[in-house]
């Protein structure tokens, strides 16, 4: 499938009328992936890209000619790799964890594991009754049946899963729950009067964006949507797990407050936020924070219009939906992680490997902003509340059927990038990052802030608090 094709399904989905299609330049495949994993990051960046055109558009800006390129877009799927501070690279605490990585079993089939953030290693060690080494975790892993570990770390809110092949991952409960579902998933679930946006210089100006989520998919979201000149605002716990590296690469553009909503007053604090926001994106377990009351309908009904953006990994629906979960658990559920590793050895025994890239996270991100600025334009035209569902199994399921192609190179190379490489100052020093992908003529994508210090913020909106500082 072709980018213009991929970007005519992901707008017909969202039930817009036809928008012009980006340039696309360039042509899959670029990483060392049969997959289409440029054409997909092209097509769903593309489509928000369009969307926050024709919102410009309809505040009184002009029709632009949008384009990306292939080879950019493959690269925002590594975003992070760019991040540079001081001239000195980042740590990725994961990367070397024993916990995390791909582990034969007893039965002979392999499992991802994922300890997720640090504070999860031990309790998956304990599970394992193993120490914190490759090799004592890859011994004790040996001594399982893969289905009963699997049933085993959900049972104890940890991550990981069994690799599949794309048609037994079609013929579980979960695969069945998803198989009808698009990339993009998006409902009117309320009534309210039509949006009113002024004129301005940037397609988003004014639109303000709670980011309740950590760790790259939902990051990636709230990143996109700053680029269009959206007001956001990162929201969490201090006491909450999250990787340095990860909040700097999609940090840029955003506030940083910090609000523990099991507290009583800051849950309090976050509803008189929601009250002048325009999009609310959740990527927490389904079910997380609707055990404290931060619910679609219960958000619909406290700011009417607002859009709730949800995140997951494996879904809204079905028996995995509450399950913790991360792109490389979604690449070996839905069958990517065991085509790659065929095509990595050439060889159809062979071990399984991930895509060399963030794939599912990061388009997952774009599709996310893609509906949450369609459910911008709906709300503009004809009003109403909205919900939009994006998940990485539903993202690497679309991601497969956009074809593989015959040859893929056996690696990928960062030259031709200097047009989107940026540099900014942050509070702890330089910070070197990869820019917005999108050209836009008339509009060019910007962030107008480098990454905050996590909670440097206070939770408020900077217009309101102005606003109401002049009554």
């Known amino acids: 499938m072709s980018p213009r094709k991929a970007f005519e399904f992901l707008n017909r989905i969202t039930g817009l009328a036809p928008l012009s299609a980006p340039v696309f330049e360039g042509a899959d495949p670029i990483l060392a992936t049969p997959f289409r994993c440029a054409e997909a990051a092209a097509s769903s ?26 080879n950019a877009a493959a690269a925002s ?47 998956t060690l304990d599970l394992l009754n193993a120490k914190d ?10 001594k399982w049946n893969s289905y009963a570990l699997e049933e085993s770390l ?21 695969g069945r729950a998803l198989a009808n579902t698009a990339p993009i998933v998006l409902k009117k679930i309320g009534e309210a009067p039509p949006l009113r946006l002024s004129e301005s210089a940037m397609p988003l100006d004014g639109v303000r964006v709670l980011d309740l989520t950590r760790v790259l998919a939902g990051p990636s979201a709230g990143r996109t ?9 990162n929201v969490r716990a201090e006491r909450l797990d999250t990787t340095e590296l990860f909040d700097l690469d999609t940090g840029s553009g955003k506030r940083s407050a910090f609000l523990d909503l099991v507290k009583p007053a800051d849950a309090e604090r976050l509803r008189q936020l929601v009250r002048n926001a325009h999009v609310f994106v959740d990527s927490y377990r389904p ?5 404290l009351g931060f619910t679609p309908a219960a958000l619909a009904h406290v700011a009417r219009g607002i859009t709730y953006v949800s995140v997951s990994c494996y879904g809204h629906d079905g028996p995995w939906a509450g399950r913790r979960g991360w792109e490389q658990l979604a690449q070996s559920a839905t069958g990517i992680a065991h085509e790659q590793g065929q095509f990595k050895s050439k060889s159809r025994d062979a071990a399984p490997a991930l ?14 902003a893609a ?3 369609a459910a911008l334009l709906r709300r503009i035209r004809e009003g109403g509340s909205w919900h939009v569902q994006v998940s990485l199994g539903a993202t690497a399921m679309w991601l497969q059927s956009l074809g593989k192609a015959d040859a893929a190179p056996q690696s990928w190379s960062a030259q031709g990038l200097d047009r989107y490489l940026q540099s900014c100052e942050t509070a702890d020093g330089r910070l070197d990052r990869l820019g917005p992908v999108v050209r836009m003529p008339k509009t060019p994508p910007a962030w107008r802030n480098p990454p905050p210090v996590p909670g440097s913020d206070a939770p408020e909106w900077p217009d309101t608090r102005e606003e109401m500082h002049a009554a």
């Open 287 to 291: 079910g997380a924070l609707a055990k």
């Open 45 to 70: 960046l593309g489509l928000s890209a369009v969307i926050a055109g024709e919102i410009w558009r309809l505040r009184g800006g002009d029709r632009q000619e949008i384009a990306l390129d292939l």
């Open 133 to 142: 080494t490759r090799e004592a975790v890859a011994a004790a892993v040996a």
């Open 154 to 174: 959900a049972f104890m809110n940890l991550a990981g899963c069994v690799v599949r092949t794309r048609e037994e991952w079609a013929e579980t409960a979960q």
């Open 371 to 373: 509906g949450a600025a």
């Open 225 to 233: 949507l700053a680029s269009y000149g959206a007001e956001v605002l």
């Open 77 to 123: 799927l590594l975003s992070f790799t760019f991040i540079r501070r001081d001239g000195a690279t980042l740590p990725r605490p994961a990367e070397n964890a024993a916990t995390v990585g791909l582990y034969r079993c007893g039965d002979g089939r392999w499992i991802h594991l994922h300890g997720g953030f640090p504070r999860q290693w031990p309790r």
């Open 355 to 368: 895509i060399p890239a963030a794939a599912c996270d990061y388009v997952t991100g774009y599709l996310a």
